[in-house]
């Protein structure tokens, strides 16, 4: 049982370089979000789906785009990475409908660096 | 808006030592409240959870949370901690009707030593 898988789970970028990170889950869940980690400064949602097709912003998104074209993936774009982008991104899913408890599901991480 | 205070970042503790993880929320509505724990180098497991009823909840490994809405709390207890027990614990709150995303806190380290 995959549940929720992100690649690559390490990248190191140049100022200035794209890249794009992905993330798959096995478990039908409706919704899917990116989180950054930083140190000291706990879990920050980037962006958000509550279903295939649609998008929303979280409370960090600059700097940072998504889509949500098929329900089992949740991709994180950055078009112009910037060394404060260098972070512990996470992405998470979890159930819809009335007994969603909010309860996500992580995955291993993705660590990035930009020089 | 929800959101959560953990009021310290790190917590040392000797092995068998009982140990409680303190997380403050603020909300005007009804909410969700979590712990979540993070080993080295790896994602967040859920560690249980408060939704509704009984005020202490008991998770996995031990541990065991209690909703003090009075006081807007929701500390992390353990009688007896291991050094397994080392991680990085979460709390996060969600509003408790509709659909809303978790706000996660800071984080508290919690080192076991022998």
């Known amino acids: 049982n995959a549940g929720v898988t992100q690649t690559p789970k390490f990248r190191v970028l140049k100022t200035g370089q794209s890249m794009t990170l992905l993330c798959a889950q096995d478990m039908n869940h409706e919704y899917m979000y990116w989180y950054r980690q930083d140190p000291g400064m706990g879990l920050r949602l980037i962006h958000y789906?509550?279903?295939?097709?649609?998008?929303a912003k979280g409370e960090v998104p600059d700097g940072y785009n998504v889509s949500r074209l098929k329900k089992q993936n949740f991709l994180l774009g950055l078009e112009s990475a910037a060394p404060s982008q260098t972070s512990v991104y996470f992405c998470?899913?979890?159930?819809?409908?009335?007994?969603?408890?909010?309860?996500?599901?992580f995955g291993e991480g993705s660590r990035l660096t930009v020089l | 808006a929800q959101s959560v205070t953990q009021l310290d970042s790190q917590v040392p503790v000797f092995e068998e030592a009982p140990v409680e993880l303190r997380c403050n929320y603020s909300?005007?509505?009804?909410?969700?409240l979590f712990w979540y724990v993070q080993y080295p180098n790896q994602g967040l497991q859920l560690l249980l959870k408060y939704l509704s009823g009984s005020t202490l909840v008991k998770g996995i490994n031990g541990f065991e949370a209690e909703f003090n809405k009075s006081q807007t709390s929701f500390h992390l207890r353990k009688p007896s901690v291991h050094i397994s027990d080392t991680a990085e614990y979460f709390c996060a709150v969600r509003r408790g009707s509709g659909y809303s995303t978790l706000t996660f806190g800071k984080g508290t380290m919690l080192l076991v030593s022998p």
């Open positions: 998470a899913s979890s159930s819809s409908g009335r007994m969603n408890t909010g309860e996500l599901f």
């Open positions: 909300s005007s509505v009804s909410v969700y």
């Open positions: 789906s509550v279903g295939e097709g649609t998008t």
